[in-house]
């Protein structure tokens, strides 16, 4: 699996045209699938009570999402507003319809991000397969102004009030093909359609540098680490982000990595030579428990360009009073 995974990945960002042109028919047959689907769900939409902001992206992989959704609901918080999220739940093994997540949710039944957003914000989170299901569980136990769904930009059956678009700008949209050719679940042609369009490295800004120990949460900044050798232990959905951001701050990297919402067990902590070993907030989310005390994880905040920031809040309020 890691090795069509690594195989993939080399077609959609590298240069193999004879790979892409291989799978360019079962692109073709990828596209009048999701057509078909797109149009049928669009017909079942039903109206929701609240607004509803979907933040999503139209590449396979991490853009920077989660951190744009814990941003948003601390953003509209500050407004006053009563914020609900809604998530699939990706990697999570839950076996209902809908599940409420806390901040102790177990992260390997209902996904690492939920989880992840619910300690962050302390935001009413449901996560569900069908999102309508999960919107009715999250208005039936709360009394929200607006609902945030993690992801579901291509869930059409959701009626959505604005779209935000996440893009990774580094790797940008690979060659441009949908799946399976190329990295895109939509065509480019779809963010003309979208409301805002977030550049993670040009008008949206990831970034973080204290690290924060498993075991003690006691804080330490990266720059301590500067010069040395650590692990990288990460199941993301881009982790060479990751890894550039530390090379970027003076760390000699030994990345260990896993494919995304990977459900650790402890064993990929089991590391020699006994070096500090380093890992995203999402990954802390499923490794806490049996962290040893040279574990730290990276929390990091989303920052968007000023004017779009207040058009975005001001576009969501207006939405909620309007």
């Known amino acids: 699996m890691k090795t069509l995974e690594h195989w993939l990945l080399s077609v959609w960002y590298g240069h193999k045209p004879l790979a892409q042109l291989a799978l360019l028919p079962l692109t073709a047959l990828y596209c009048l699938i999701s057509c078909m689907k797109q149009w049928l769900d669009t017909r079942k939409q039903v109206a929701q009570p609240v607004p509803v902001i979907v933040v999503g992206n139209i590449t396979v992989g991490g853009t920077g999402k989660t951190p ?9 918080q500050a407004l ?12 999570g093994k839950a076996g209902v319809a809908t599940v409420t997540v806390t901040a102790n949710s177990d992260p390997q039944s209902v996904g690492d991000e939920p989880v992840l957003i619910v300690q962050r914000t302390h935001v009413p989170l449901v996560v569900g397969r069908q999102r309508n299901l999960a919107i009715q569980r999250l208005l039936a ?5 607006v609902i ?4 579901g930009l291509q869930h059409y059956a959701m009626a959505r009030a604005l779209e935000i678009v996440v893009v990774d700008g580094q790797r940008q949209f690979g060659n441009g093909y949908c799946l399976p050719a190329g990295a895109l679940r939509e065509p480019l042609s779809r963010l003309a359609s979208v ?5 993670n490295g040009q008008n949206l800004q990831v970034q973080g540098d204290t690290l924060i120990n498993l075991r ?5 900044k990266l720059s ?5 050798t650590v692990h990288v232990v990460t199941g993301i959905g ?16 030994i990345a260990h990595i896993y494919p995304d919402h990977h459900a650790f067990n402890g064993t990929e902590l089991q590391l020699k030579p006994d070096l500090p070993i380093l890992m995203t907030e999402k990954d802390a989310v499923k490794c806490r428990a049996f962290a040893a005390e040279h574990c730290w994880y990276l929390p990091i905040t989303a920052h968007i360009e000023a004017d779009l920031a207040q058009r975005l809040l001001t576009r969501i309020r207006d939405l909620v009073h309007g």
């Open 141 to 145: 136990d709360t009394v929200c102004d």
């Open 195 to 199: 409301d805002f369009v977030l550049t």
């Open 148 to 151: 945030i769904s993690d992801d």
């Open 68 to 76: 744009v959704v814990i941003w948003l609901v601390q953003q509209l």
């Open 216 to 220: 003690s949460g006691n804080p330490l």
């Open 80 to 91: 006053g507003l009563t914020v609900g999220v809604i998530s699939r739940g990706y990697g």
């Open 238 to 253: 881009n982790p060479q982000r990751f890894i550039n951001s530390l090379q970027a701050a003076g760390l000699t990297v």
């Open 224 to 228: 301590a680490f500067m010069g040395q």
